[in-house]
């Protein structure tokens, strides 16, 4: 287990049963890119689900529930963020012909947290993006999504996008398999 994730499991109770572990392989050949190490950890150690703050929804590829199915999520912003782009400016970052966007967590309030994504890079050093629910505004942080959970939870990290009374001070955590059944 990583520092990170081992903080965040201080931080945030992990759930009894984080349900199966996802096709990473079919995950990976979908997207068309790996994933990073650590949200692998974290999806294996929590999955797809939601934090009892009752704000940002964890994704998980190919999760049954599919309010959290990372692979139909993200292919939604494709298209969504492809709309909108004809009319607003594209972050930093994007520019570039073979650089896209992955959603990993979204929010009750309509805010997206992405990867950064572009040929060649090294999955594990993806670049967090965070875009409001207008879409205009973008924050970017250079950690890993487990370092960003564990800044967040533990306030070191405060994003001026995210609903300013997240975190709330008790953390927990239903996964999506919880809240379907």
């Known amino acids: 287990m990583t520092p990170d994730l081992t903080r965040l499991t201080e931080l945030l109770p992990r759930p009894q049963d984080s349900g199966q ?20 950890e974290l999806i294996e150690a929590y999955g797809g689900g939601g934090f009892i703050d009752g704000y940002l929804l964890l994704l998980e590829p190919g999760c049954r529930n599919d309010v959290y199915d990372l692979i139909k999520i993200t292919a939604e912003r494709e298209e969504a963020n492809d709309s909108l782009w004809q ?66 939870l533990g306030g070191q990290i405060r994003s001026q996008i995210l609903w300013d009374q997240f975190p709330q001070p008790d953390h927990g955590f239903r996964t999506a398999r919880e809240m379907a059944g």
């Open 21 to 40: 572990v996802p096709d990473w392989n079919a995950a990976e050949s979908t997207l068309q890119t790996a994933l990073p190490a650590d949200y692998k």
């Open 87 to 152: 009319y607003e400016d594209k972050p930093a970052g994007l520019e570039a012909e073979d650089s896209r966007l992955i959603c990993w967590a979204t929010t009750d309030n309509g805010e997206y947290l992405y990867w950064l994504v572009q040929q060649g890079d090294d999955p594990d050093t993806h670049p967090v993006l965070i875009n409001d629910e207008s879409g205009e505004d973008w924050e970017r942080y250079d950690v890993t999504v487990t370092r960003f959970l564990v800044g967040e």
